[in-house]
C-alpha cells in the first residue's frame, strides 16, 4: 500500500513463483486492512511484477491500483439545550447524531465529556450507546446535565464525543462537538 488508509496484514508483501507458462496466469492474493483512523477516499497501492527470462535478462513490471475506502462518519448534526441555566439546576440536552458516511455503523458510543467541572453528567452513565445507524440516517439521543451550585456566571462548555469500531475491531473512530 502507499496509502496510509490502508495496511497489509502479515509478514508477507511477496509471492513467488518459478515458471509462468507460455499464455498462461498466475494468480497472487494479498490480505489488505482498512488502517485504524483510516478516512473515507481513494487509497493507492501498488504491485511490481519482476521477472527474468531464459536468457537471463530482468525485468520489472508496475501497475498502481486504486482503491475506495469506505467509512461511517458519526457526527453530531444539532445540539438543543436551555442557554440559560441557574447554578444547581439540571437542564436537557438532545442531540441528532447522523452516519454521514458511505457506510452503515454499528455500535455508536456518544459520550459526555466535561470540558468545564461546573457541568456535571446527571446520574452514573455519561453515555449512551445507538445500536445501528444506516449510512445517511440520523437519530437523536438525549442527556442529563446540572450546573453545580458554584458554577460561576457565565458561559460555559460542554463537550460530546461520537467513536465506534469498525467491524473487525481492528480501529476505533472519534468525532467530537463542542457547545457553549
Known amino acids: ?11 508477507l508483501n511477496a509471492k513467488f513463483f518459478d515458471a509462468l507458462p507460455i499464455k498462461g496466469s498466475l494468480e497472487a492474493t494479498f490480505d489488505l486492512s482498512i488502517a485504524p483512523g483510516a478516512t473515507e477516499g481513494p487509497a493507492l497501492v501498488s504491485v511490481q511484477i519482476t521477472y527474468e527470462d ?4 530482468s525485468y520489472m513490471e508496475e501497475g498502481k491500483y486504486t482503491i475506495h475506502v469506505t467509512q461511517p462518519k458519526i457526527e453530531i448534526t444539532d445540539c438543543q439545550y436551555s442557554e ?3 447554578g444547581g439546576d439540571g ?3 438532545t442531540l441528532t447524531v447522523q452516519n454521514a458516511g458511505t457506510r452503515d455503523a454499528k ?8 470540558e468545564d467541572e461546573s457541568i456535571r453528567h446527571k446520574g452514573v452513565q455519561d453515555y449512551q450507546t445507538i445500536e445501528s445507524l444506516k449510512k445517511g440516517e ?5 442527556f442529563e446535565l446540572r450546573a453545580l451550585p458554584s458554577a ?3 458561559k460555559h462548555t460542554f463537550r460530546f464525543n461520537c467513536f465506534y469500531r469498525d467491524a473487525a475491531n ?11
Do not use: C, H, M, W
Open 1 to 11: 500500500p502507499e496509502s496510509e488508509a490502508l495496511t497489509l496484514r502479515g509478514d
Open 54 to 57: 531464459k536468457y537471463g535478462g
Open 84 to 86: 440559560l441555566v441557574n
Open 91 to 93: 437542564f436537557t440536552v
Open 107 to 114: 455500535n455508536i458510543v456518544v459520550q459526555y465529556a466535561a
Open 138 to 142: 440520523s437519530t437523536t439521543v438525549t
Open 152 to 154: 460561576a456566571e457565565g
Open 170 to 180: 481492528g480501529g476505533s473512530y472519534e468525532n467530537g462537538a463542542d457547545f457553549p
